[in-house]
């Protein structure tokens, strides 16, 4: 089993920067293999959750169009963290932002695509 838990989120003004922090734990024998790609959606009142962006355990990347630009998602040497981190944020960013795990790359523009969740950290842009 893995454990996700998200950091980082805030009430920011337009224009600022957030950066968003998510770190699995488990079993390590079994995480790894569990965690070959690590995301990011994100979920606004009303509306659907939506990609942001993927990363997967050779570092390759995968963002939204809304993200190219002025979202950057990384991990870490270890593997295990990943980082969003998001500058000129906009209103319209405004969400909670889920972290998201699981063993393939495949579908990783979509929720089924992960196995593992965590709770969610808000994001609110407002000036």
């Known amino acids: 089993q893995v454990q996700l838990v998200e950091s980082g989120g805030g009430l920011v003004q337009p224009g600022s920067s957030l950066r968003l922090s998510c770190a699995a734990s488990?079993?390590?024998?079994?995480?790894?293999?569990?965690?070959?790609?690590m995301g990011w959606f994100r979920q606004a009142p009303g509306k659907e959750r939506e990609f942001v962006a993927t990363v997967s355990k050779r570092r390759n990347t995968y963002s939204n169009d809304f993200a190219k630009g002025r979202f950057t998602i990384s991990r870490d040497n270890t593997g295990t963290t990943i980082y969003l981190q998001m500058n000129d944020l906009r209103p319209e960013d405004t969400a909670v932002y889920y972290c998201a795990a699981g063993p393939y790359i495949t579908y990783y523009n979509r929720p089924t695509g992960y196995d593992y969740w965590g709770q969610g950290t808000q994001v609110t842009v407002s000036s």
């Open positions: 488990g079993r390590m024998s079994e995480t790894m293999s569990e965690i070959y790609s």
